[in-house]
Every structure is written in C-alpha cells, then in structure tokens.
C-alpha cells in the first residue's frame, strides 16, 4: 500500500523550483532547534522544467523522514512521546453514542451552494484545499487539481498536481496549498516535490493571471532543501511577500521550524523576469512546531505567523512576522512573541460507527491561519486561526481571533459536543476585499469534522456575527459510510489517516459569502481504495 499512499500525502519537503529559475541557497540545519543552525542559504531559484533534467539522474530511494511521514500524513518532534500522549488521550476519554441535534437560530449559517469535489481513490488521504478569487475557485487534493468558473459546479480544467506545479510525473508532490491574494490579483501555490532522499523540495508558483484555465497558466518555481525534509508546508502572505512555513527534518530528528519569504510578483512580470529579481530569505524559528503563515485578505504590510510550542501540551500560541527592509528583501523575526491562551492537549482518535477503526485528529497545531482589518475592533488586523484540542467527547476544534499589535485574544470560541468528536476544522472571517471594495470583517464562518460511535464521519459548520453568540452546529455533509480504505491498514497506535486540514476563504468578489471544502468517508467493510472524498460548499456567517 506504500505505492498508494506515494502518490498522495506527506513525502516531500523543501526547495524553489519554476518555470524559470530563482535565486540559490542550500539549507543548512542542525538537530537542535537553535537559530543559529537553521539560518540557511537556498540556491538560486529554478525554473521547474529547467530543473528537472538535472534531477533525473540523482533520484533514489525516499528519505527517512518522508517515508515515515507518508505513513502518518505529518511529523512530530517526539514521536514515542507523541504516541504516549495519543494513548492516554485515549484512555481518558470515552465517547457518548447520543448524537446532538444541530441547533439552528438566526445567527446560524446558511448553506448556500454544494457539490462533490474531486477525488482518488489511488491516493490518501485528500488533504483537501482551495480558494477562491474574482472569477475562478480551484480545489486541490494531493494527486488532483480542478479549476472553477465560480457559477458552475463541473470544473472548466482538471489534471495532476505534478502537472500543475511542473514537477516530474516520478515525483511525489502532496501537503498542496493554494491561495488567493488580492493585491497582486494572482493566485499562489505550494507543494512538497520529492524527487529523492537527496533532493527534496517546496515546489511554488502563481497564475499569471487572475482567472487561470490550465496547467499552462502557473509561473512554476521550486527551492530545495537537499537531503532536509521539510514538512507541513503552509501558505501565507503579506502585502509585499509570499510566506511558507515548514518544519525540517534530518533523517528521524527534529532539526528546527522555519519560515521561507518571497518576493510577489509585480504586474508586469512575467515567469521569467519574476526569477531574475525576486528576494528571497528564510530562517529557522526560535521554539515553535508548525509556523502556519497567514493568508492577508487586506493589504498590510508585516505578514504573520501561528505556530504551537515545541512540546505541548501548551497555554500560548507563537506569533512570528515578516517585514521588509529598506533594500526591499525579506526580514524574518526569528524570536517569537507569545499569546496567552488556555492549557491545550494532544485529543485522541475519533470513533465512528461501522467500524473499529478510528480517525487521526492530529497533534494540536494550527492548520489555517487568515488576517483580516476587523471593523468591530477598531478597523485593526487580526488574525483568525483554529485547531483541534483534547476536550468535549475527546476532541474539540478551538478558534481564536488574535489582535497581532498586542498579542492578545479580541474573542475566542470553542466548538465542543459530548458525544460527538471534532476535529479538523477551518475558519475564515467575512471580509471581502476586491480593489478598493472592501467589506465585512465583523463575522466568521468554520467548518469542521465530526464523528462518534453512533455516527459516520460528517461535516458541519459554525458561525458568529459580530458580538453575538456563536451558533449552534449546522449540519453541510451528513456521513453515510465510513472511512475504512487502504489508509485504515496500520496497527494501533496509527489510526486512519484523515486529511490534515480543511479550507475556508472568504470570496473577494460578493461580500458575506465563504467558499470551503472539507472531506467525509464513503466506506465498506471491503473497502481497498481510499474511502476519503470532498465536498465544497458556499455558506452565508
């Protein structure tokens, strides 16, 4: 089943490859999460065809740390401790087999919109992920992109990721990112491209338009990280720069988080005059796990980072920024400042009904991260992120709006049942920003997963508006099967790889409208292909 699992989900990590080439460095990293030891130097920036001739002759077996990550969809820094905490979650928890009736209200979202999204039975889990623009949605999973006219459901294009990112049909792209950025009226990717134990990287690029059609209408690039594995990627941005987050691995150690800054393109670039002058940097974060770079609806100019503590459990989440210098290049804080939250644990596997199997709802880190001006909070910046906790049956989703000026909470919220798991969850505020039109900012929407003994894995969402109470769950997707693939084959303490984030971005062309996808199981007991699959939906906070 490895085969299967290659073509989907965590292999590969780090460098910048493209339709051109850009600017160099190698990564040099230690075992100890020092910044000293991760201050590294990328080679230049590549074209991804350019490159690919090169890398031919020097692909391998996968590394150490990719093959173990392919196995559990993400690293930790501990794994034996990680386990240990997995297991007494376990022990402690018992779920109820009740299943709680949504509670709907005038504050409760409205589903607007829904349709099946893509998916591969080949391929586990779908990390599921899109964004949404002026006048295309695109949805990507970890072998499949499809792109959207945003008033039909059948997509106009659909093909490979490693069509899409320009990458080698060989190579194993997966964790995918896509995002949305109205100041440059482009959108971005990135992407793990494996090509060897030797040759890992973080394949990135943009459409060359707003309203891309292809494969053909990426600006490709891609920046290595050797024989370093780079995990989790994570996409973000600010007003002058593209951001990814990873956290590296040498072999089976922790080496350090790190944050990777680039140049946006200007208007007039085009791939090739993109290569030849784009900045770029990257540092190795002082004491965080997962730095998950936050997607700026507005035009501000420091781009920001969440990221968890190295060990939790943990009573703060970590704020890193972006700023730019006077030369125009990149500057990374590597010291983080601290936000005050409540004491978090690593949750347990969910149960779901028809089965023994149970879900994998991660280890505490923050999947999705948005900044956004809040014009209920004095038209300033915050940033809305969320992840799943040990709480409620056994595990809970938590959000947060962060003022980054303070590193304070303005609100937060819980989603939690008694007798239903939640987990993977993704949240995104109602601001709409398109040119000088902007709006909202005042409300959130976020879906999340849900499962128990007495029900199928499902997906349901929340909202609130301004300073009124969050609502109730509503259901989008309820769960008919379970998730019982190919993916289900691992003994305990791995449980079924479900995908390790969800997506939530609000639509930069019509105000109040939130554009998600998230995944559910379609399983039987015979099942021998992954039994993931996605559904997309538009909802109203």
Same mark, same amino acid.
């Given at each position: 089943?490895?085969?299967?699992?290659?073509?989907?989900?965590?292999?590969? &990590?780090?460098?910048?490859?493209?339709?051109?080439?850009?600017?160099?460095?190698?990564?040099?990293?230690?075992?100890?999460?020092?910044?000293? *030891?991760?201050? *590294?130097?990328?080679?230049?920036?590549? *074209?991804?065809?350019?490159?690919?001739?090169?890398?031919?002759? !020097? &692909?391998?077996?996968?590394?150490?740390?990719?093959?173990? $990550?392919?196995?559990?969809?993400?690293?930790?820094?501990?794994?034996?401790?990680?386990? &240990?905490?997995?297991?007494?979650?376990?022990?402690?928890?018992?779920?109820?087999?009740?299943?709680?009736?949504?509670?709907? =209200?005038?504050?409760?979202?409205?589903?607007?919109?829904?349709?099946?999204?893509?998916?591969?039975?080949?391929?586990?889990?779908?990390?599921?992920?899109?964004?949404?623009?002026? =006048? &295309?949605?695109?949805?990507?999973?970890?072998?499949?992109?499809?792109? %959207?006219?945003?008033?039909?459901? $059948?997509?106009?294009?659909?093909?490979?990721?490693?069509?899409?990112?320009?990458?080698?049909?060989?190579?194993?792209?997966?964790?995918?990112?896509?995002?949305?950025?109205?100041?440059?009226?482009?959108?971005?990717?990135?992407?793990?491209?494996?090509?060897?134990?030797?040759?890992?990287?973080?394949?990135?690029?943009? +459409?060359?338009?707003? #309203?891309?059609?292809?494969?053909? @209408?990426?600006?490709?690039?891609?920046?290595?990280?050797?024989?370093?594995?780079?995990?989790?990627?994570?996409?973000? @941005?600010?007003?002058?720069?593209?951001?990814?987050?990873?956290?590296?691995? !040498?072999?089976?150690?922790?080496?350090?988080?790190?944050?990777?800054?680039?140049?946006?393109?200007?208007?007039?670039?085009?791939?090739?005059? %993109?290569?030849?002058?784009?900045?770029?940097?990257?540092?190795?974060?002082? =004491?965080?796990?997962?730095?998950?770079?936050?997607?700026?609806?507005? !035009?501000?100019?420091?781009?920001?980072?969440?990221?968890?503590?190295?060990?939790?459990?943990?009573?703060?989440?970590?704020? %890193?920024?972006?700023?730019?210098?006077?030369?125009?290049?990149?500057?990374?804080?590597?010291?983080?400042?601290?936000?005050?939250? +409540?004491?978090?644990?690593?949750?347990?596997?969910?149960?779901?009904?028809?089965?023994?199997?149970?879900?994998?709802?991660?280890?505490?880190?923050?999947?999705?991260?948005?900044?956004?001006?809040?014009? =209920?909070?004095?038209?300033?910046?915050?940033?809305? #992120?969320?992840?799943?906790?040990?709480?409620?049956?056994?595990?809970?989703?938590? /959000?947060?709006?962060?003022?980054?000026?303070?590193?304070?909470?303005?609100?937060?919220?819980?989603?939690?049942?008694?007798?239903?798991?939640?987990?993977?969850?993704?949240?995104?505020?109602?601001?709409?920003?398109?040119?000088?039109?902007?709006?909202?900012?005042?409300?959130?929407?976020?879906?999340?997963? #849900?499962?128990?003994?007495?029900?199928?894995? +499902?997906?349901?969402?929340?909202?609130?508006?301004?300073?009124?109470?969050?609502?109730?769950?509503?259901?989008?997707?309820?769960?008919?099967?379970?998730?019982?693939?190919?993916?289900?084959?691992?003994?305990?303490?791995?449980?079924?790889? /479900?995908?390790?984030?969800?997506?939530?971005?609000?639509?930069?062309?019509?105000?109040?409208?939130? /554009?998600?996808?998230?995944?559910?199981?379609?399983?039987?007991?015979?099942?021998?292909?992954?039994? *993931?699959?996605? /559904?997309?939906?538009?909802?109203?906070?």
């Amino acid at each position: 089943m490895e085969s299967q699992r290659l073509t989907s989900s965590s292999m590969a &990590r780090w460098r910048l490859i493209a339709c051109v080439s850009l600017a160099a460095a190698a990564f040099a990293v230690g075992v100890a999460p020092s910044i000293a *030891s991760a201050q *590294s130097h990328f080679g230049p920036i590549r *074209s991804a065809a350019s490159v690919r001739k090169a890398d031919i002759p !020097n &692909r391998g077996t996968v590394g150490t740390a990719a093959r173990r $990550a392919m196995k559990q969809g993400y690293l930790v820094p501990n794994q034996a401790r990680y386990e &240990r905490q997995k297991t007494r979650a376990a022990r402690q928890t018992s779920a109820k087999d009740a299943l709680t009736a949504p509670v709907n =209200g005038a504050l409760a979202p409205v589903n607007n919109r829904a349709w099946a999204g893509i998916n591969d039975t080949n391929s586990a889990p779908p990390d599921e992920t899109s964004a949404v623009g002026t =006048g &295309r949605y695109i949805e990507l999973v970890n072998s499949k992109f499809a792109i %959207y006219n945003k008033t039909a459901n $059948a997509p106009i294009s659909a093909g490979s990721i490693n069509s899409m990112v320009g990458a080698a049909g060989t190579d194993s792209v997966f964790d995918v990112q896509i995002m949305w950025d109205a100041t440059t009226n482009r959108f971005y990717y990135a992407a793990d491209d494996v090509v060897s134990n030797t040759n890992n990287k973080i394949a990135f690029g943009f +459409s060359k338009t707003a #309203t891309p059609s292809s494969a053909a @209408d990426w600006c490709k690039f891609a920046v290595s990280a050797g024989s370093t594995f780079p995990d989790y990627p994570k996409l973000g @941005d600010s007003q002058f720069f593209l951001m990814i987050g990873t956290n590296l691995f !040498n072999g089976n150690n922790f080496a350090n988080a790190n944050v990777l800054a680039a140049s946006k393109p200007k208007a007039s670039d085009t791939c090739a005059t %993109y290569l030849s002058t784009a900045k770029i940097a990257n540092k190795g974060l002082s =004491g965080g796990f997962t730095p998950v770079p936050a997607s700026e609806v507005d !035009n501000n100019a420091t781009g920001w980072s969440v990221a968890i503590p190295l060990a939790t459990p943990g009573n703060k989440l970590q704020l %890193y920024k972006v700023t730019k210098s006077s030369t125009g290049a990149p500057v990374i804080g590597t010291t983080p400042t601290s936000v005050p939250v +409540s004491s978090f644990a690593v949750p347990p596997a969910a149960p779901q009904k028809g089965t023994a199997f149970k879900i994998d709802t991660s280890d505490t880190r923050n999947t999705q991260a948005q900044a956004a001006v809040d014009p =209920g909070h004095g038209n300033n910046l915050a940033i809305w #992120t969320q992840h799943t906790v040990k709480g409620g049956a056994g595990a809970q989703v938590r /959000w947060y709006e962060i003022n980054p000026a303070t590193h304070s909470l303005i609100q937060h919220g819980t989603v939690t049942s008694p007798s239903l798991y939640e987990f993977n969850g993704a949240i995104a505020p109602n601001r709409q920003v398109n040119g000088a039109t902007t709006s909202g900012g005042k409300a959130m929407l976020m879906n999340f997963n #849900t499962s128990s003994t007495a029900t199928f894995p +499902s997906i349901k969402m929340v909202s609130k508006v301004g300073g009124g109470a969050q609502s109730g769950p509503v259901a989008v997707f309820n769960g008919t099967k379970p998730l019982t693939g190919f993916d289900c084959t691992a003994p305990a303490p791995n449980p079924c790889r /479900w995908g390790d984030y969800a997506a939530a971005t609000p639509d930069p062309s019509t105000k109040n409208r939130i /554009w998600n996808v998230s995944q559910y199981g379609a399983g039987t007991p015979s099942s021998t292909f992954a039994t *993931s699959r996605t /559904w997309n939906f538009i909802a109203t906070p």
